[in-house]
């Protein structure tokens, strides 16, 4: 298993999110935006991110849409949650057993235990899916549900995917972003949380290009060393284009969110973007820079994860290093319903041309 050769760094005590910003009585796009420029770092919210892009610029997005992947089960007389992550090509599942509370996950899956989850469901676990047997967080499973397909039934009983430090359970619409339409991820995509409609017709009235890619992000509550898991992805052939025009009319790429830049570099031949789908196991790290995004939208999660390596892919580790301690000294929110960073380590052709 891969493991970062970043030192941990040590910040003040994280603050997380443990609510929607609405739930906080603020807008989605009046969340806490940190800008990482050339010139340094610019603390501004959200709804200003229009003021660090130039016309020209290309805003990829992820329209993956989330779905109640978490379901109730009992296990061995004890109850626990189990996170349905993705259907594999064979028809099995990938799913983490975890905690009733969703504070850890469970390890000591095995090969041929029977598990009964709410609603007249059932699954067999294959054995472990890319980890070692009785210590692995994810299962290979064979789910049997009383009528429908999984996706049905995971409609009808499940719910968001969330975490301990979420302090109670929000509807489906709270996980959604407005890019959402393609039914597939396990937990929301959240770098584009905080847009608006509104929002989103600024930017294109001030000349930015929006183009969408796919990508359904699987479980994601990986512990620190822990690489992320394969996904499924898809890079159109229209998305393709504007990405090279862009790059060839000096614009910048920026990805809304690392599942963006995870797709638009597994589509990546060189510096040249191909229209590509399937499923990719790209780790994006300091020996795996990124070829062909520029700038990233990204909100804030453990910085001792593979996020942080991917950030560190786009925009360098001095970069990353230093907009986490100025995130952490100002006390932005972290995780889902968070605050925002915006990575931008170049300018456009425009601007240095100004």
Known sequence: ?????????????????????????????????????????EHVIFRDVGRFLAPGDLLVVNTSRTV????????????IVVHFSARLNDGSWTVELRAVDGSRPLLDGAGGEVIETAGGGRFEILGAYLGIEGRSRMQRVD???????????????????????????????????????????????????????ELVTQLV????????????????SLEAGETPLPE????????????????????????????????????????????????????????????????????WHAP??????????VAGRASVDGAYAAASEAGYLWHEFGDSCLLLPRRSRTDAEA
Not at 68 to 79: C, H, I, L, M, S
Not at 206 to 220: E, K
């Open 205 to 220: 009235s001030r000349g930015l290009v929006l183009a969408p890619v796919v990508l359904h992000a699987g479980v994601s």
């Open 1 to 41: 298993m891969k493991t970062s050769a970043a030192t941990p760094l040590s910040l003040p005590e994280q603050r997380p999110a443990g609510e929607p910003p609405e739930a906080r009585g603020i807008k989605r796009d009046e969340v806490r935006l940190l800008v990482v420029g050339p010139g340094g770092f």
């Open 232 to 299: 499924r992805y898809r890079v159109p052939a229209s998305t393709a284009r504007l990405v090279n025009h862009t790059r060839e009319a000096g614009g910048r790429i920026v990805a809304v969110g690392t599942t963006v830049t995870r797709a638009l570099e597994s589509a990546a031949d060189g510096d040249v973007v191909r229209p590509s789908e399937g499923w990719t196991d790209l780790v994006l790290d300091s020996e795996r820079p990124s070829r062909v995004v520029d700038g990233l939208v990204t909100g």
């Open 68 to 79: 109640p992947a978490a379901v109730d089960a009992e296990r061995d007389g004890q109850e």
């Open 143 to 197: 789910v049997r549900v009383s009528d429908g397909s999984v996706e049905h039934y995971l409609a009808r009983v499940g719910r968001p995917i969330s975490y301990s430090h979420v302090s109670e359970r929000w509807p489906l619409s709270m996980y959604q972003t407005v890019f959402a339409r393609v039914p597939g991820s396990a937990e929301m995509p959240s770098a584009g949380r905080p847009f608006t409609h």
């Open 304 to 313: 001792d994860a593979s996020h942080r390596w991917l950030l560190e892919a």
